[in-house]
């Protein structure tokens, strides 16, 4: 029985998360003819093609998507058993990818992710900070920092805290508009959403008794980044729903008021999100180590 080319199993992922056989050279410190032969190589010793290739870029073909996850796995797997040989903190090296929520990430994550590359002088941090709801394993990120309720999935997710929301509006806006008492009222009111949600024109809420109502809100104001609502917010434009983290200081300055208490669209919590595979680089443990210590 011939042994499997796991070299070419892993520029094979390489490939498909990078989109380049260039990249994958440069990434990787091999030659561009190395990258090509290997795929060839396992192209025919698999008897079919994994991807398209034009002048100007590569894509996956129908069997390399299929084939994608065995490679993932492969490359993973072996990345850790060269980690696990390795008996000392300062030995860790190689690049992470993190992706997680802008807002999130520019008040919270910066001084933490700082503090890990410190601590780590080998390992290459790639944070990439956008709302959208990224797929880890076919844009090859190492881990996830996500503020949801989790629906179930495959990935594996570490829960680190719970975290509030509110429904919040200046003194300004409640004085001229009057402060709604239930939540169908919302819909007479300036609404700011949050285009992330799965359904940010309806308003699904639970509220102190365990109560379920939707809502369609009036909007005013829609992005896909909660920052960008708070000067409205607090200038009386309208009201929003936003995560403590963002909206906290001007509740206690007083810039904001709370309405609605006990009403709110379900829990939410700071989670990590994996890959499912079991087996992780031993960097990539590092940086859940290092984050879970900080953002607890």
């Known amino acids: 029985m011939n042994l499997p080319d796991f070299e070419a199993w892993a520029i094979f992922a390489a490939a498909a998360r990078l989109g380049s056989f260039t990249a994958v050279a440069h990434e990787l410190a091999i030659s561009k003819p190395t990258v090509s032969k290997a795929i060839t190589r396992l192209e025919e010793s698999l ?8 002048s100007r870029k590569i894509s996956l073909s129908t069997a390399g998507k299929a084939l994608l996850p065995y490679a993932q796995a492969i490359a993973v797997d072996g990345e850790a058993a060269m980690e696990a040989a390795r008996d000392t903190a300062h030995l860790l090296r190689g690049q992470i990818r993190l992706a997680a929520p802008l807002s999130f990430g520019l008040s919270h994550l910066a001084p933490i992710i700082a503090d890990f590359m410190c601590e780590y002088p080998e390992i290459l941090v790639d944070v990439q900070l956008s709302d959208a709801r990224v797929d880890l394993i076919e844009e090859g990120f190492d881990l996830a920092i996500r ?38 009222q919302l819909a007479e009111h300036d609404c700011f959403l949050y285009s992330n949600e799965a359904t940010p024109e309806m308003w699904h809420m639970n509220g102190p008794q365990g109560e379920k109502i939707s809502v369609r809100p009036r909007c005013r104001f829609r992005s896909n980044n909660g920052d960008i609502m708070l000067p409205a917010l607090i200038a009386g434009r309208g009201i929003g729903y936003l995560p403590d983290f963002l909206c906290q200081d001007a509740i206690n300055g007083g810039a904001l008021r709370p309405i ?37």
Do not use: C
């Open 47 to 54: 008897g079919t093609v994994l991807f398209h290739r034009t």
């Open 147 to 184: 503020i949801a309720e989790l629906p179930d999935s495959s990935l594996r997710a570490v829960r680190l805290r719970s975290m509030q929301a509110y429904f919040i509006a200046a003194p300004d806006y409640l004085e001229r508009r009057g402060t709604p008492t239930r939540p169908e």
């Open 260 to 296: 609605l208490p006990g009403w709110r669209f379900g829990a939410i919590a700071l989670n990590l999100v994996m890959p499912p595979s079991p087996h992780r680089p031993a960097r990539v443990d590092a940086l859940i180590n290092h984050l879970k210590k900080h953002l607890r």
